[in-house]
T-cell receptor, first 117, second 118 residues
Framework: KAGVTQTPRYLIKTRGQQVTLSCSPISGHRSVSWYQQTPGQGLQFLFEYFSETQRNKGNFPGRFSGRQFSNSRSEMNVSTLELGDSALYLC????????????????FGAGSRLTVL | AQKITQTQPGMFVQEKEAVTLDCTYDTSDQSYGLFWYKQPSSGEMIFLIYQGSYDEQNATEGRYSLNFQKARKSANLVISASQLGDSAMYFCAMREGGIYNQGGKLIFGQGTELSVKP
């Protein structure tokens, strides 16, 4: 079955612009999480959406926002881009069966690599 | 505060040999989950193996096994019979909040870059 699809894969923006990244989860997965990966800070959790509601949020400024649609597809937006926002943005989806004892494995997409000039 | 520590920034291993990647964690939760992911140069994170804090046996998945020592708070990944395709970054991660927590927030370590030599 199709995996997690992220678009665009690569993009270049300039400081002050905004960007929107898209994530299509695996069919049937209702939870979508976003991560930022940089060489200096590593992988950091941005936020998580479940059934169109933000369920958890990492420690990022308000310039980072997201949403989830009724078909579970998710977008994240970064406004007023800064040089430090250059990163690989990873999206992950999961099935999340309530009451399941054990792993709820996150399946990641290939990421969107953002370069801010 | 919860934290994952991977002390080996880079490692080399000869093809067909076994290698252990270290991971220690810090948490005040009594129940939690530990994950290992592989990230090739393409960027996609690939799930390898999971260990629940209440699992009595060490997890195994094919050539991957997890050496879980709860008292020492360590969850080392063992790759047996290394292959050239195993060359990648490896990340240890933790989900807190109880064994029934299925949320998408994981805490990741800084990773270990493994290079397999022919």
């Amino acid at each position: 079955k199709a995996g997690v699809t992220q678009t665009p894969r690569y993009l270049i923006k300039t400081r002050g612009q905004q960007v929107t990244l898209s994530c299509s989860p695996i069919s049937g997965h209702r939870s979508v999480s976003w991560y930022q990966q940089t060489p200096g800070q590593g992988l950091q959790f941005l936020f998580e959406y479940f059934s169109e509601t933000q369920r958890n949020k990492g420690n990022f400024p308000g310039r980072f926002s997201g949403r989830q649609f009724s078909n579970s597809r998710s977008e994240m937006n970064v406004s007023t881009l800064e040089l430090g926002d250059s990163a690989l943005y990873l999206c992950a989806s999961s099935l999340e069966l309530k009451g399941l004892l054990g792993a709820n494995v996150l399946t990641f997409g290939a990421g969107s690599r953002l370069t801010v000039l | 505060a919860q934290k994952i520590t991977q002390t080996q920034p880079g490692m080399f291993v000869q093809e067909k040999e076994a290698v252990t990647l270290d991971c220690t964690y810090d948490t005040s939760d009594q129940s939690y989950g530990l994950f290992w992911y592989k990230q090739p140069s393409s960027g996609e994170m690939i799930f390898l193996i999971y260990q629940g804090s209440y699992d009595e046996q060490n997890a195994t998945e094919g050539r991957y096994s997890l050496n879980f020592q709860k008292a020492r708070k360590s969850a080392n990944l063992v790759i047996s019979a290394s292959q050239l395709g195993d060359s990648a970054m490896y990340f240890c991660a933790m989900r807190e909040g109880g064994i029934y927590n299925q949320g998408g927030k994981l805490i990741f370590g800084q990773g270990t870059e493994l290079s397999v030599k022919p």
